[in-house]
């Protein structure tokens, strides 16, 4: 159980980390740069291993292109630019609505079953990000749409596209039909590719967006290392422990350890409207994990749901 919140303490650290990395380099290329690295790493390690577990089929390629593309790049492309102008606490507070998204599109995609009091817990977390989202706005510095800010909706976009990928990994996965340190290393190693890619054509190269090389290479390695090799992975293995509705349930941990964080390293300060915005996400995700266990029970091992 211990794994569950260590797991959580380290995603929560990755906005920390991410928000004194911005201060070394360009936002995209940090991405590409230790997604690239870390996929690299993986995908060598494991074809030193077993070249066997490469072995896929055209679903198990096209979930793994899915993860490289929604999971990796657009999740990361769209979190590094926000965290730019947002607090590295309310970056995290707004990733708590993950678990009402990703419910929602396990219904749509996975066909998991939504009973009404599961609904009304979704309505209820997604009310609760507009205190969140209300909270420390950035219009004034870069624009944005009726209420809220371009950050604030793009990273938005970030976890929308972070619950697909997780999805479409988690299909994969459930199903067996591809090794999991595999389907993150190619994942990882595809998407940091294209996001390079994209960083070449939207950030200055001279010879590359680096300001401070020091500052730069110490956070990459501690993105590398906290983000890619440990969270990334240790998430995928909890997973075939724990049904995902508990795992997001847990996850409700994530902005504590974030504000900490951000109090103890960046001096940040967290405003009372996030800690009501969460308030009202953790009643929704009370109410709609309370189904999740009268269905499933606490913890479902994913051997089990493939056989039932």
């Known amino acids: 159980m211990y794994l569950v919140f ?21 936002p995209f290329f940090i991405v590409g740069t230790r997604m690239a690295l870390a996929g690299l ?13 490469f072995k896929m089929n055209m679903q198990s390629m096209l979930s793994v292109a899915l993860f490289a593309l929604l ?15 947002l607090t590295s606490a309310k970056t995290c507070f707004l990733y708590s609505a993950i678990p009402f998204v990703s419910a929602f ?29 209300l909270s420390g706005a950035t219009m004034s510095q870069v624009g944005g749409i009726f209420i809220f800010s371009w950050p604030e909706v793009v990273m938005m976009i970030a976890i929308v596209t972070s619950a697909l990928g997780w999805i479409y990994l988690r299909k994969t996965v459930a199903h067996q039909t591809i090794n999991l340190f595999v389907a993150n290393g190619l994942g990882m190693l595809i998407g940091g590719i ?12 001279n010879p590359v967006p680096v300001v401070d090389w020091s500052g ?11 983000s890619n090799l440990l969270a990334y992975n240790l998430y995928g293995f909890l997973l075939k422990r ?18 900490l964080f951000g109090w ?32 499933k029970g606490f913890a479902v091992r994913m051997s089990e749901k493939s056989t039932s």
């Open 105 to 133: 599109f396990s219904y749509l995609i996975l066909k998991e079953t939504m009973t009404k009091k599961k609904w009304w817990g979704l309505g209820i977390g997604m009310i609760g990000i507009l205190p969140i989202m």
């Open 41 to 53: 790493v993986m995908v060598t390690f494991q074809l030193i291993k077993d070249r066997k577990a």
């Open 194 to 205: 294209v996001t390079l890619g994209h960083s070449y054509f939207v950030e200055v190269w």
């Open 6 to 26: 260590v797991l959580y303490a380290l995603f929560a650290s990755v906005f920390t980390i991410g928000k004194v990395a911005l201060s070394s380099a360009s």
């Open 264 to 295: 103890m390293f960046l001096g940040e300060i967290v405003p009372w409207p996030l800690w009501a915005g969460l308030s009202i996400l953790s009643i929704g995700l009370v109410l709609f994990h309370q189904e999740e266990i009268k269905s």
């Open 242 to 259: 724990y049904s995902a509705t508990f795992m997001s349930f847990a996850g409700l941990s994530t902005p504590f350890f974030a504000a």
């Open 71 to 85: 999971g990796i790049y657009l999740t990361n492309v769209c979190e590094f630019w926000s965290l730019q102008f």
């Open 216 to 226: 730069f290479i110490k956070s990459g390695i501690a993105l590398l290392i906290v």
